[in-house]
């Protein structure tokens, strides 16, 4: 599967973004799907992740309740709606994938998801 990371983009602090995430090839709903990002000079870290069926999600302490997932498996897109932006969540976001058996869900890691899409920046001014 290939992804397309796109909706970045430069917001002020309480502001609000929504990434879109498009696959092409087959079998969309074979795979998982993670958010990631990274800032500058810090590892990459898992965001927010979500089940082949999209019933299982995941999030990271520093977003719950301010960036839910969600996925059109018919139009093989995972969004990721991000409200109450603050300067800290400035970083370059990814979207990878990752086949799993069934409703597997791998832990929200970057080691653990082995298909990914360029980045697209998001920058929070305060």
């Known amino acids: 599967v290939q992804l397309q990371a796109s909706g970045g983009g430069l917001v002020q602090a309480g502001g609000s973004l929504r990434l879109s995430c498009a696959a092409s090839?087959?079998?969309?709903?074979?795979?998982?799907i993670g958010w990631f990002r990274q800032a500058p000079g810090k590892e990459r870290q898992g965001v927010s992740c979500i089940s082949r069926s999209g019933l299982t999600t995941y999030y990271s302490d520093s977003v719950k309740g301010r960036f839910p997932i969600s996925r059109d498996n018919a139009q093989k897109t995972v969004y990721l709606q991000m409200d109450s932006l603050t300067p800290e969540d400035t970083a370059v976001y990814y979207c990878?994938?990752?086949?799993?058996?069934?409703?597997?869900?791998?832990?929200?890691?970057?080691?653990?998801?082995?298909?990914w899409g360029q980045g697209t920046l998001v920058t929070v001014s305060s």
């Open positions: 990878a994938a990752v086949r799993v058996i069934l409703s597997h869900m791998p832990e929200c890691l970057p080691p653990f998801y082995d298909s």
């Open positions: 090839g087959y079998m969309f709903n074979y795979y998982a």
